[in-house]
């Protein structure tokens, strides 16, 4: 049986009246009620929310379907405290910003975020990338949107 947010609910799915599970799930709701800052969602599974900036999320929308796909596999494993499978650090943007970098036959796509703030992970900028060296235009862009960010936190 499927509970209102459409993930298994515990006891219909392991068949009923399973305590032993119950207690683990009791265990498990225990140890993340002390998490902060974070959203259930679906079947105990708790995920910083993602925050798109500028035209970040336009920009992933008008990647190709298997770059789109990537793309927010990627970045929900950003939310859920994982490394990308392929990502590497930007210090010229700014402190603890990353870039997953995305190849495939359609090209290569870089997808700039930030997720060391407690609140969400914060995409500030999403690109088909068209020359081996990051243009200075992705990069500028990326390094605004990050001072956009920090001038409107408190």
């Known amino acids: 049986?499927?509970?209102?947010?459409?993930?298994?609910?515990?006891?219909?799915?392991?068949?009923?009246g399973n305590e032993?599970?119950?207690?683990?799930?009791?265990t498990f709701h225990h140890f993340f009620s002390e998490v902060p800052d974070?959203?259930?969602?679906?079947?105990?599974?708790y995920m910083k929310p993602?925050?798109?900036?500028?035209?970040?999320r336009?920009?992933?929308?008008?990647?190709?379907?298997?770059?789109?796909?990537?793309?927010?596999?990627?970045?929900?494993?950003?939310q859920r405290g994982l490394d990308p499978d392929d990502w590497k650090p930007m210090p010229t943007i700014g402190a603890n910003v990353r870039e997953i970098r995305i190849a495939l036959r359609d090209g290569a796509f870089r997808v700039i975020y930030i997720a060391t703030f407690k609140d969400a992970v914060y995409v500030l900028h999403?690109?088909?990338k068209t020359s081996q060296k990051t243009a200075f235009r992705d990069l500028a862009y990326a390094r605004d949107q990050?001072?956009?960010?920090?001038?409107?936190?408190p």
């Not at 032993?20 to 009791?26: K, M, Y």
């Not at 974070?38 to 599974?45: H, L, P, S, V």
């Not at 993602?50 to 970040?56: A, C, I, N, P, T």
């Open 50 to 56: 993602v925050d798109f900036l500028g035209s970040s």
């Open 146 to 153: 990050l001072k956009k960010l920090k001038e409107t936190r």
């Open 20 to 26: 032993v599970f119950r207690s683990a799930i009791d």
């Open 126 to 128: 999403a690109f088909r």
């Open 38 to 45: 974070c959203a259930y969602i679906g079947f105990d599974i």
């Open 58 to 78: 336009d920009a992933i929308r008008q990647f190709p379907p298997a770059a789109r796909s990537v793309a927010g596999f990627q970045i929900e494993r950003v």
């Open 1 to 16: 049986m499927r509970n209102p947010t459409g993930a298994f609910s515990g006891g219909d799915f392991w068949g009923g």
